[in-house]
């Protein structure tokens, strides 16, 4: 575990200084993201009567990715650029860019605020596509778009280069364990030659500085823009044909956990009257069927329900394997019961704990993260999966702090019991800024938070 976590502090060793200025405005992801637009659809899906619902049939493997990177560098258009081009052979449905950012105060803003999910197939595969924020002030939420992926496409504007979020995206990224991802330069048509190049060469030093293989990657150069204007298809149809080639061959098709007993991370729920309790998310292991009894875990709770109903993309499931982004339609369940970050489990499956042990790297001031040590009972919020929860960190009792760029074993004490189990990746955060990552070494037994309180309590006196 250690080795681990040595190779993740030798890959971020190197990275360079960016701004982190996150999550700003806490009012504005409590407004847009407990329901979700995806969420609203999958709610509207459940109420239509039978007849009116496509079966969705699994004839190619599904893989999901995302488009991720700096806000304003055409990532939501590079996404709509891509349902329009495979529409042409009736393998998306084109959706527009208002489409895809449709939540009010992302039309009057004019940037991504919730990660989009849409669908699309090639010849080889079947695609879930999440259109993550770029915007700083919205990274909580793409982190959970993120938690979603199997790979990515970075796209950075030629007319920009690298910018904070590119940088900051590559690092969560690259922590959730993706591996391989293809890159989009974009707005090609708004810069010229030798701007390109040096756009590129940046580009391929900064993958190779966190970690994935700076000379391998493929880059595709070309402009959103101009493929949903239908003009210049030498930059624009032309170039996001070969992006699609290069995600089919590159990005390595993920192996999927199918034996162990299904476990899905909620992302969203929405309530269907008459019907019950709609939640959704990524299922990331096991098989999910139409009449399972099932368990939702966390946040101190414990509901036993069933699924009646599954819908990927609109379509209905008899069937969900490990990989599906779906929605499950659960029985007896009120909404206001269940919330993003529970996971959706086969009953018996799954423990929760409030207290963890943990090997963790914390970041540099460089490397985006705090100048100042970390002291025993020190406060931070944890984010693994789809949930978020604050925590106490306790350090060895030999070590009266930790410095930024340490690695090490700590004790975190969580706010609520959990899901959470060996070997679960997380990372930390405070006050808009990401301090570092870690991965779980150990459950142990649930601390008392009346006994918590006391030592807090003496440690201010």
């Known amino acids: 575990m250690a080795a681990s976590v040595r190779v993740l502090r030798s890959t971020l060793a190197s990275a360079g200084s960016f701004k982190s200025t996150y999550l700003s ?34 004839s190619k493997p599904h893989m999901n990715i995302g488009t991720i990177g700096h806000v304003d560098h055409g990532k939501t258009t590079l996404t709509a650029a891509i349902t329009k081009v495979l529409s042409v052979d009736k393998n998306a449905i084109f ?95 708004a810069a010229d030659e030798e701007m390109l190049e040096l756009v590129e060469m940046e580009v391929r030093e900064l993958l190779s500085e966190f970690g994935f293989d700076g000379d391998e990657t493929p880059v595709i150069t070309g402009s959103a823009l101009s493929v949903i204007e239908g003009k210049s298809p030498e930059i624009g149809a032309n170039k996001v044909k070969e992006l699609l080639n290069a995600v089919d061959s590159y990005l390595p098709t993920p192996e999927r956990d199918l034996d162990k007993p299904f476990n899905m991370s909620i992302e969203g729920t929405y309530s269907i009257v008459g019907r019950g309790t709609v939640v959704s998310g990524r299922l990331e292991r096991g098989v999910l069927k139409k009449g399972d009894e099932c368990e939702i875990v966390g946040y101190d709770k414990k509901i036993k329900s069933t699924v009646t109903g599954i819908e990927m993309f609109h379509q209905t499931l008899g069937k969900s394997e490990a990989g599906d982004q779906l929605g499950a339609l659960i029985r007896g369940v009120k909404r206001y019961d269940v919330r993003r970050g529970m996971c959706l489990c086969k009953p018996n499956t799954v423990s929760m704990y409030n207290k963890i042990e943990a090997q963790i790297y914390l970041l540099t001031k460089d490397e985006g993260g705090r100048s100042k040590p970390f002291t025993n009972y020190f ?19 030999s070590k009266d702090m930790m410095m930024p760029g340490e690695d090490g074993k700590v004790v975190f004490n969580l706010f609520k019991k959990m899901a959470l189990e060996k070997g679960q990746r997380f990372t930390l955060r405070a006050s808009g ?15 008392d938070p009346a006994e918590m309180d006391k030592k807090l309590r003496q440690k201010d006196k």
Request: net charge neutral; charged share 20%; with cysteine.
């Open 433 to 447: 800024v990401t301090l570092g990552f870690g991965v779980i070494s150990d459950v142990l037994p649930d601390y």
């Open 25 to 58: 405005s806490a009012k504005c992801f409590t407004a847009q993201c407990q329901n979700g637009r995806w969420f609203s659809q999958t709610a509207r899906f459940f109420a239509q009567p039978m007849s009116q619902k496509k079966t969705f049939v699994r």
């Open 95 to 189: 959706k527009k860019y208002e489409e895809i950012d449709n939540a009010p105060e992302e039309k009057s803003r004019g940037i991504t605020i919730n990660a989009a999910c849409i669908e699309y197939q090639t010849e080889n595969r079947h695609y879930g596509h999440v259109d993550c924020p770029g915007h700083a002030d919205y990274i909580k939420n793409m982190i959970t778009g993120t938690a979603q992926m199997d790979g990515a496409i970075l796209v950075v504007a030629a007319t920009d280069g690298t910018m904070p979020q590119t940088r900051e995206h590559l690092l969560l990224a690259k922590q959730i364990g993706i591996t391989k991802l293809v890159v989009f330069i974009n707005k090609a048509d």
């Open 379 to 397: 406060q931070t919020q944890i984010f693994s999966r789809t949930w978020d929860c604050p925590s106490f960190m306790l350090l060895d009792q």
